[in-house]
């Protein structure tokens, strides 16, 4: 069964400064990964998604995250926080199970940029 | 392209009261639906899923069931509400490959009072 961990639950980092997201996951096959980012009461949006090739994968409003197959991670970074950052954000894992394809995701880290 | 919409955006509803959310996708054919309810601290749990018409898989046991009458329409629903039913909810459709993206409704509150 896949599944996926995200380490600290509240992440604070002052706008300017590195932000770093991490995220851990277990698959029986290779994995799809996936960031979200939800707004206050809004939907989740796609920030980025590796599926296969290139294991730095460039997404949305500057974010970028690496495939480590040997740690098993997927940790999203961004080098400089912007007070727009501020949201909740959740990793994910997917492959085909039963015909369906099963998105399973982490219990989100919501990110707080301190002025 | 394709849209998804959910409705409606905010609901309050009595304890014992029944349910429907509505969820609709444009621009595809044949998508895998999705509900997920999403509660604070614990992330999204998938609560059912539909790979076509008539198709209804649930990962959970509860309260809810759900229903895809229309290839593109899918909506959640219960006979009656329960107060831990409150949350977040939210329609998610794919294209159902490993490396699709899921894209997600705008959500709809749902409290039980």
């Known amino acids: 069964a896949q599944s996926v961990t995200q380490l600290g639950s509240h992440v604070s980092v002052s706008e300017g400064a590195l932000v770093l997201l991490r995220c851990n996951y277990s698959?029986?096959?290779?994995?799809?990964l996936f960031w979200y980012v939800q707004y206050p009461n809004q939907g989740l949006q796609l920030l980025l998604k590796?599926?296969?090739?290139?294991?730095l994968v460039k997404g949305i409003n500057g974010f970028e995250a690496e495939f480590k197959k040997s740690e098993t991670s997927f940790h999203l970074t961004k080098p400089s926080a912007h007070m727009s950052d501020a949201a909740e954000y959740f990793c994910?894992?997917?492959?085909?199970?039963?015909?369906?394809?099963?998105?399973?995701f982490g219990i989100g880290t919501k990110l707080q940029v301190i002025p | 392209s394709q849209t998804i919409h959910q409705w409606p955006a905010t609901l309050v509803q009595p304890v014992g009261s029944p349910l429907s959310l509505e969820c609709t996708v444009e621009?595809?054919?044949?998508?895998?639906l999705y509900w997920y309810r999403q509660a604070a601290g614990r992330g999204l749990q998938l609560l059912f899923y539909?790979?076509?018409?008539?198709?209804i898989s649930s990962e959970v046991p509860q309260n809810l069931s759900a229903s895809r009458p229309q290839d593109r329409q899918f909506i959640l629903s219960s006979k009656k509400l329960l107060l831990s039913d409150s949350g977040f909810y939210l329609c998610?459709?794919?294209?159902?490959?490993?490396?699709?993206?899921?894209?997600f409704g705008e959500g709809s509150w749902l409290t039980v009072v």
């Open positions: 998610a459709w794919s294209a159902g490959k490993s490396g699709n993206t899921i894209y």
């Open positions: 698959s029986s096959v290779p994995p799809y």
């Open positions: 590796y599926t296969t090739g290139a294991t």
């Open positions: 994910a894992v997917s492959d085909l199970t039963g015909g369906y394809q099963k998105v399973t």
């Open positions: 621009g595809t054919s044949n998508p895998n």
């Open positions: 539909s790979v076509g018409i008539g198709q």
